[in-house]
């Protein structure tokens, strides 16, 4: 373990302890992922060796509601053994102390290539509210941004179809509330917390084009794409916690979610511009109930043995419906039926789990651990289905800790995936013709993983840590015919993944006074074989490397701070029964100035992509399925400007 005083993040003038967990040398945040349930959802950070109780916002909305003042300091831990960590290879522990009335805000104003101007405010408040301890936030945000960009479709031979001019413009507004209180009650600490979120996001696409020829002339056509959603949900929970000296501790938790989300989007063609030839329209709605019920007992048993044992009780529903429809340009509507357009998922799942972990000698320790999980998952509507499932999830841990600098981690995990309700039912994209039906048979993914961890940690926050791992995945979820001949997902065969992982935090000192490197970055690959073609491939969804890298420079005594950092990834494959998609993102460059000369003020000015962002994305077609000739290619280039952020932020 390493431990990061409050000291050690002065020079950044944090306002929250957000911004101090963003300065743990070689320290990603991980958000956690958006599972069902709660034991398997968590991320890499723990307060007062406690995870945030809330699903919802995930680490970075808790960590946004404490103030800096309030965190005494910071413990980096590798191998952690607490259920607490969810299997993290790597987490920090905030160590928070009671404060008085206290709190943060910030302002912030976005300028994009058009000269559009929208807000983002934030604010969060922490202190003692009639004898419980409480703290709240209110985030506003946005935004509009804008492509320009090209949609060429050819033919299997190369023969033009269509070239389309196409401009995106998106338009987004969320506010999000949310709050905790705590107290002593009945022997121990109670915690209430709570969440909501509205989002109203609108995009439009508008694209001149022409028919089998290249640009030139009066355009032969007009296609115009609208998609808009309305999302509105909200969390409550609540957790209570009692340690026994020289015993140990329980903790239960009990934690309910909903979640509303209506969408509509269109496709119309006009040819020639003006006049309506036909209209796509699809309209649905989705929403989503979760209830969890989890408890914890750590026992005290002294010297080198730390047990640990639990239970989890969830619910989970969705209630998805669709409506997919053309409409010619006489206005008669004929609807599209697409398997599963209307259904409703029930799962009842319990689990019950042991944590065994103990010190072999001051350098070594294993962690053993064993979970048994079973649910019964119900499909009614369009179609009918109820399975019961039970899986055993045992993992293995050796750590090597030879100094308080140095540790090498050896692991061995069986998990079990993340079954996305929403494959359960059909979905539509009306911009790109693409549609996939539900699959009422669905059945989580398992994995393997063994891995390999090692982190070094030396003078003035040099850190360095890489990771090898390879995983075997059985029932792996990938686009399939599904029974009734429609697309979807479902469980194919088995795939392997294997890669590499890479940190590095180091002081530039010797360069300039203040200067700093950070980098991160993942290597991956696979294989799988394709019950489709009969040939081998990467698992779909896939982007074999990512990379970040951050030149910062701090200057306290002139009270100023510049960065500039530049994320990167490969291009992503999906493989969908009838097409072959390839995205690619282009490097995002973020450019930064900060100055606090104003007393209890941090002005910060960002430049987003200075040079512009590229995207393409490349489609290849198939009929009636890729096992079959090609049918015909598209290929769309598109690029987003660059926009600037004015941000002012304070603590009090």
């Known amino acids: 373990m390493r431990s990061y005083p409050r000291e050690f993040f002065e020079s950044f003038v944090p306002s929250t302890a957000f911004d101090m967990v963003m300065r743990v040398p070689g320290f990603t945040l991980d958000q956690g992922e958006a599972r069902r349930g709660f034991g398997d959802t968590g991320g890499n950070v723990l307060i007062n060796g406690a995870r945030p109780g809330s699903k919802g916002g995930g680490p970075r909305e808790a960590l946004s509601r404490i103030p800096a003042s309030a965190v005494v300091r910071i413990d980096l831990v590798t191998n952690p053994t607490t259920s607490e960590a969810s299997g993290q290879a790597v987490i920090v522990n905030l160590i928070v102390e009671e404060t008085g009335l206290s709190g943060a805000w910030g302002v912030s104003v976005s300028r994009n290539q058009d000269g559009n101007i929208r807000p983002y405010a934030e604010a969060s408040l922490s202190g003692p509210v009639g004898g419980w301890r409480a703290s709240g936030r209110i985030q506003l945000d946005a935004w509009r941004d804008r492509a320009d960009g090209v949609r060429i479709r050819t033919g299997p031979n190369g023969e033009p179809v269509v070239f389309e001019n196409e401009t995106r413009i998106g338009d987004e507004v969320e506010i999000t509330l949310s709050g905790d209180a705590r107290r002593e009650a009945f022997g121990g600490e109670i915690v209430i917390n709570g969440r909501v979120e509205g989002e109203d996001s609108d995009t439009r696409f508008a694209g001149p084009g022409y028919l089998g020829r290249t640009p030139s002339g009066p355009v032969d056509r007009f296609r115009g794409v609208t998609f808009a959603e309305d999302v509105i949900e909200a ?85 998805s419906s669709l409506a997919f429809a053309t409409r010619t340009a006489s206005g008669a509507l004929t609807p599209i039926l697409l398997p599963a357009a209307n259904v409703v998922v029930d799962e009842q799942r319990a689990e019950a789990f042991v944590n065994l972990a103990y010190d072999l000698n001051p350098q070594w320790t294993l962690d053993a651990k064993a979970a048994a999980e079973w649910s019964e998952i119900s499909v009614t509507g369009d179609a009918r289905n109820r399975q019961q499932l039970m899986f055993f999830k045992p993992a293995l841990s050796l750590s090597w800790r030879p100094n308080d600098s140095s540790s090498l981690d050896f692991g061995l995990r069986r998990n079990v995936g993340q079954l996305d309700f929403d494959a359960f039912a059909a979905s539509t994209e009306v911009g790109i013709d693409r549609s996939q039906g539900g699959n009422a048979q669905l059945r989580p993914q398992t994995e393997t993983r063994a891995s390999a961890d090692l982190d070094l940690r030396g003078r003035d926050g040099l850190a360095i840590n890489a990771g090898l791992f390879h995983e075997w995945r059985e029932d792996v979820l990938e686009p399939v015919i599904l029974p009734g001949g429609g697309f979807g997902i479902g469980n194919a065969r088995s795939a392997r993944v294997w890669g590499a992982t890479f940190g590095a935090s180091a002081a530039l000192s010797w360069l300039a006074p203040g200067l700093r490197l950070d980098a991160r970055g993942e290597w991956r690959d696979s294989a799988f074989d394709d019950p489709l073609t009969g040939r081998s491939r990467q698992v779909t969804a896939f982007t074999p490397w990512t990379y970040s890298v951050e030149l910062r420079q701090d200057l306290p005594e002139q009270k100023l701070s510049w960065s500039m950092q530049v994320d990167s990834q490969d291009a992503e494959v999906d493989y969908f029964v009838p097409e072959v998609n390839v995205f690619e993102p282009g490097p995002e460059v973020r450019m930064t100035v900060e100055s606090s000369h104003l007393k209890n003020l941090k002005l910060r000015f960002t430049v987003y992509n200075p040079l512009g962002r590229r995207f393409t994305n490349d489609r290849t077609f198939f009929a009636p399925t890729r096992a079959a000739a090609i049918s015909g290619r598209e290929a769309r280039r598109w690029e987003e400007g660059p926009y600037l952020w004015v941000t002012a932020k304070s603590a009090f």
Do not use: H, M, Y
């Open 235 to 319: 969390e409550f929970g609540g957790e209570w916690t009692r340690r026994f000296p020289n015993v140990g501790a329980l903790k239960i938790l009990s934690l309910a979610s909903w979640r509303q989300e209506e969408a509509a989007s269109a496709s119309r063609i006009e040819a020639p511009p003006g006049v309506a030839a036909s209209e796509t329209l699809a309209n649905s709605q989705r929403t989503q109930i979760e209830w969890v019920a989890r408890a914890t007992v750590s026992a005290d048993a002294g010297g080198r043995f730390r047990p640990e044992a639990g239970g989890e009780a969830a619910f989970n529903r969705l209630d």
